[in-house]
């Protein structure tokens, strides 16, 4: 059951919101996303296939690839693109909101393995490839195309701040600097996705050091995980550099001036990019207690080519955002 | 940066030209062409008769249609430009149209005016004459007495009460009942059979055909009604609901001793009525510029010449820019997410025709009923195309089905259901149920309700009739809107909701 506060919503005025340095959404629309991001730069991050070769020519750390499968015709060889893979993932090219996303944990060609134990055969496959590709989870219902990459195994140094789901790292990445990062953390409420307007936990982490700076479930503080009651303050982000690294890379690989970029952290391979995002959302500020614009404002301050290399635009952002 | 602030100035530019110039326009209305921004200011109806026909080949067409009657302190005149003519046929004032042969068109229109005139009122109608004429069967006697005792038994109602009461008994009645009261007559049952029983209670009672002269609906064929004298005037009752109606606002295009239409020389033949207001400043804009150019094409070149049922469609979209308007205003400026940007206002377009409440509760009722289908279709794996394809499908059966219902348990305003936009709903639904799977029930409901909240919003800025008249005689005023609509798009400022949302991030 879920208590409703009878507290009336507590309204601030607009000149205090700009002097907390507040993205609204109309100011972000305007002044970030359509000053930065050109639409024809969009399928850079829509296409998963296409951001994931640029990821793969831009020395950006993902799921491996395993390839994709275009046409019909070619949906009963799925076997051989797999015949060496032990785990894999089918992805729709165009999906969105994690819709028509398969995981195999592990199979012998015969029996498929779900995360959650249950084993499916090669019809449910190859019926799911067929329905990705008439474009069931395709925006618009456009036909599109299965994607194949490696399962990320999910390290579990986040399990006590998660109940169920895999949390991700957002960073906004802002010109190629990373200005702003959060942790996404499943509850029970959010039914173990880490989608914050369904009441996952977003926990701001602080550019600097990825240390966690402040935690907020729906627009309202918290201290402890609803679920398994630990305490945010004790998250550790391992490979904080390696999640900078990888944000100011995606920067180099995509025109777009302004995204937001998900990554997750494999056992064994450490940080790797999951998604972009051309329109991140501005819960992240809630998540860190503190507003986007200065941060942003403050690079569109710096003189052009103010920092050359990505090491000198981490170092800046290090420098100035906590 | 320079560019942008260019930008922004020739929008700035842009939008005051667009307000000078539609004021400046309006101001020469109103100062020289005697428009006004009152909407009690004179009009005129303007009404169009079309019949349609299939013409015989080689032979002359003759239309000639009853003279309407208008009501008291309107004077009914012609429009110059109908090819229609006034003839005295024995007595008999009929407007006439010949056409010699061979006929090529198959419709033929009669534009007439009701012009208000207060000074000739017309003369009070003539008491009727009391002629007892009408045969009627002993059995026909006995089964109206048996009607007239079970509505007034004492002989107390005066007629003002007894005329709905008798009409609600009959039209409760089946046909064959009532026909066998009036087994000679040839016209509306129901109204034969009241003129019949109100004639053994000594009541003067005839049947009419006419239209309503409000703009609600575009064409009007035209409809019985009762006729009764009682009280030194006549007065008309509606025979299906038996209420009584404004005689300012009734057309009374025929009685029962003349016929609506004659026509000759054709197969097949319609009639069809439409009315609508026209400001007394526009007609004279239209003579002055006639004047002017002494050319009649030209002074035809307004939206006031168009036929009534044009002007009236017109009317109704002379309010849209406003309700898209006060859109952008709920998303941009309040920060209400509507579930499909337009969709409030198309909504609140439906329930125009079907007023709020019911239009309210059948559109809950369908989307409520749509959304259960939609999930359990949502099931079956369904590609986009025949998915959306269904739920249209389920969504008109789901309007008929209502319709029906309604009918049959006697709720005349929800029979109209068909006013939905189908393809709109189809679309929420579709939308509703993608919303509900990604981000939960809550958001969706949330969401839904501000979609109907905005609808109910436009509803009333789209019923006004003097924001309709205003923006519809002064179509020039949209260009403010336009400029508003520019100004909001370079809005950067906070939305009210997010005084709410960011509320934490003020520190105190
Ligand atoms: N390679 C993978 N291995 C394991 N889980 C994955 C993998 N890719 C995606 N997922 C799961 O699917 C979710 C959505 O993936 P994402 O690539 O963000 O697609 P979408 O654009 O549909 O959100 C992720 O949050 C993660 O839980
Ligand atoms: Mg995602």
């Known amino acids: ?322 | 940066m320079p560019e942008s602030q260019f930008h922004r100035r020739s929008l700035y530019i842009l939008v005051a030209l667009l307000v000078v110039a539609a004021l400046a326009v309006a101001a020469v209305k109103i100062h020289f062409f005697g428009f006004s921004l009152s909407n009690q200011a004179e009009f005129f109806y303007q009404v169009d008769c079309a019949v349609s026909f299939d013409p015989e080949p080689e032979k002359p067409v003759r239309i000639s249609i009853a003279l309407p009657e208008p009501p008291d302190g309107w004077a009914f005149g012609l429009d110059p430009g109908t090819p229609f003519q006034i003839e005295d046929g024995n007595g008999r004032r009929r407007m006439v149209l010949e056409l010699a042969s061979p006929v090529r068109q198959n419709r033929a229109s009669c534009r007439f005016r009701l012009v208000p005139a207060p000074s000739r009122r017309a003369p009070l109608p003539a008491a009727p004459e009391q002629d007892v004429s009408v045969v009627v069967s002993d059995a026909s006697r006995a089964a109206a007495k048996a009607i007239l005792d079970r509505v007034d038994a004492e002989k107390k109602l005066a007629p003002a009460e007894l005329v709905p009461a008798l009409l609600g008994q009959l039209g409760a009645m089946p046909r064959r009942e009532k026909r066998a009261l009036v087994p000679v007559s040839a016209g509306d049952e129901t109204v034969e059979a009241a003129i019949l029983l109100l004639e053994l209670r000594g009541i003067p009672a005839r049947a009419v055909r006419g239209i309503l002269l409000d703009q609600k609906r575009y064409l009007q064929q035209p409809d019985n009604y009762l006729d009764v004298w009682y009280g030194g005037a006549w007065h008309i009752f509606r025979p299906g609901t038996g209420t009584e109606e404004t005689p300012r606002e009734f057309l009374i295009l025929q009685r029962s001793d003349r016929s609506l239409y004659e026509i000759a020389g054709v197969k097949r033949s319609s009639i069809g009525y439409s009315v609508t207001k026209v400001p007394a400043g526009a007609e004279r804009l239209n003579q002055i510029r006639a004047q002017i150019l002494e050319k009649r094409d030209l002074s035809d070149f307004s939206l006031f010449s168009l036929p009534a049922s044009e002007q009236n469609a017109f009317k109704r979209l002379a309010l849209l820019p406003l309700a898209i308007l006060l859109i952008v205003l709920i998303r941009n400026i309040v920060g209400i997410p509507t579930m499909g940007t337009f969709m409030p206002v198309l909504i609140a377009m439906a329930f125009l025709e079907m007023k709020l409440l019911p239009g309210l509760v059948n559109f809950v009722l369908i989307l409520t009923v749509g959304l259960l289908i939609r999930a359990w279709l949502s099931k079956l794996n369904l590609l986009m195309v025949p998915r959306i394809s269904a739920v249209v499908v389920v969504v008109i059966l789901l309007m008929q089905l209502i319709s029906v219902a309604a009918n049959f348990l006697n709720f005349p305003e929800f029979v109209d259901a068909t006013f939905f936009p189908i393809i709109i709903i189809a679309w929420t639904i579709e939308r509703a149920s993608t919303t509900w799977e990604e981000d939960g029930a809550t958001n969706t409901l949330k969401q839904l309700v501000a979609s109907t909240c905005a609808a109910a919003i436009c509803y009333f800025i789209l019923s006004s009739a003097y924001l309709q008249y205003v923006l519809y005689t002064f179509a020039e005023l949209n260009l403010i809107i336009l400029g508003v609509i520019l100004l909001l798009g370079t809005y950067t400022g906070y939305r009210f909701t997010e005084l709410m949302r960011f509320q934490p991030l003020v520190k105190k």
Not at chain 1, 13 to 31: D, E
Not at chain 1, 88 to 98: A, E, L
């Open chain 1, 1 to 322: 059951m879920k208590r409703f506060r009878l507290s009336l919503p507590r309204i601030v005025s607009p000149r205090s919101l700009r002097r907390a340095g507040v993205l609204g959404m109309n100011q972000r629309n305007h002044a970030y996303i359509m000053r930065y991001n050109r639409r024809a730069d969009y399928p850079d991050v829509d296409d998963k296939l296409r951001t994931k070769q640029l990821a793969i020519r831009y020395g950006v750390a993902t799921a491996e690839l395993i390839g994709s499968i275009e046409s019909q015709y070619q949906v009963r060889s799925f076997l051989d693109l797999v015949a060496n893979a032990p785990d894999f993932v089918i992805k729709p090219g165009h999906g969105s909101g994690g819709r028509g996303i398969l995981v195999i944990t592990h199979h012998d060609g015969v029996k498929f393995h779900k995360p959650n134990g249950e084993i499916c055969d090669y019809d449910f496959i190859y019926e799911h490839i067929s329905n990705i590709l008439s474009g069931l989870y395709s925006l618009g219902g456009q036909v599109d195309y299965a994607l194949f990459e490696r399962c990320i195994d999910f390290s579990d140094v986040y399990s006590r701040f998660s109940f169920q789901g895999v949390p991700d790292v957002r960073l906004i990445v802002f010109k190629g600097y990373p200005v702003m990062s959060m942790i996404r953390l499943a509850t029970k409420e959010s039914d173990g996705r880490a989608n914050l307007h369904q009441g996952a936990v977003g926990v701001g982490l602080s550019i600097r050091d990825g240390r966690p700076r402040f935690a907020a479930s729906h627009n309202r503080e918290v201290t402890h995980h609803p679920d398994t009651g630990a305490a945010f303050s004790e998250l550790v982000v391992p490979h904080w550099e390696e999640h900078l690294e990888l944000a100011a890379r995606c920067a180099e690989m995509t025109p777009l001036g302004y995204f937001g970029a998900d990554i997750a952290t494999d056992r064994k391979r450490g940080p790797l990019l999951l998604e972009l995002n051309a329109r991140p959302g501005l819960a992240i500020q809630i998540a860190n207690g503190q507003g986007l614009l200065s941060r942003l404002q403050l690079i569109e301050s710096l003189p052009p080519g103010a920092h050359p290399t990505r090491a000198e635009k981490i170092a800046f952002a290090r420098e100035h955002f906590d």
